[in-house]
């Protein structure tokens, strides 16, 4: 069966440091990726997907990244953190776009 | 643009107490309509996929309708432990195949 991983599940940052969040997804090849943000009170906003490796692409413009360096990995960072960066962070996979997602436990980041 | 709009944003049930959460869509071309549940600081839990006008799924106390404006929600009977936040979420085509678009959610609370 296929597993969605995501980690650390909560993070305290300050201002100005550096961001890396990691996803891994098992028991599956090619999977499509997607990083998603949750504020308080707001709907999931899709920031980036991938169809494969070395394909990323973004939602919307803002001070986060996302790379795919392997099959089943993906990654979220920022270079300097704002407070506006704050939020639930949640990676999601799915086999094929025709269909729903599966997500990951998610990362609360807290930026002070 | 596609959009998602759920109501009411909170709802409060005694144990039993029926009622039904509603997701009203925007959409160009509506490839699919999706409930999950989310529980505090976790990921959401997929429910449903609904794909055309008329089409009704059940699990449990929880049954979702779908017509070409709005889907529905209903939960009969609730119990405490269906307490949760449930979005709503529909399928619409981007670059590269599909992406989830997601309303803000109905925060349900179900008093014992």
């Known amino acids: 069966s296929q597993t969605i991983h995501q980690w650390p599940a909560t993070l305290v940052q300050p201002v100005g440091s550096p961001l890396s969040l990691e996803c891994t997804v098992e028991?599956?090849?090619?999977?499509?990726l997607y990083w998603y943000r949750q504020a308080a009170g707001r709907g999931l906003q899709l920031l980036f997907y991938?169809?494969?490796?070395?394909?990323i692409s973004s939602e919307v413009p803002q001070n986060l990244s996302a790379s795919r360096p392997q099959d089943r990995q993906f990654i979220l960072s920022s270079k300097k953190l704002l407070l506006s960066d704050s939020g639930f962070y949640l990676c999601?996979?799915?086999?094929?776009?025709?269909?729903?997602?599966?997500f990951g436990s998610g990362t609360r980041l807290t930026v002070v | 643009e596609d959009q998602v709009t759920q109501s009411p944003e909170a709802l409060r049930l005694q144990e039993g107490e029926s009622s039904s959460l509603n997701c009203s869509y925007t959409v160009s071309g509506l490839r699919g309509l999706f409930w999950y549940r989310q529980d505090p600081g976790k990921g959401p839990e997929f429910l449903f996929t609904?794909?055309?006008a008329g089409e009704e799924k059940e699990k449990e106390r929880l049954k979702a309708t779908l017509t070409k404006k709005e889907s529905f929600l209903h939960i009969t009977a609730p119990k405490p432990e269906d307490s949760a936040t449930y979005l709503c979420?529909?399928?619409?085509?981007?670059?590269?195949?599909?992406?989830?678009?997601f309303g803000a959610g109905t925060i349900l609370r179900v008093k014992s």
């Open positions: 028991g599956t090849s090619n999977p499509n």
């Open positions: 609904l794909y055309s």
């Open positions: 991938s169809v494969g490796i070395g394909q």
């Open positions: 999601a996979w799915t086999r094929d776009t025709n269909y729903g997602y599966t």
């Open positions: 979420a529909v399928l619409c085509a981007m670059e590269y195949g599909n992406k989830l678009v």
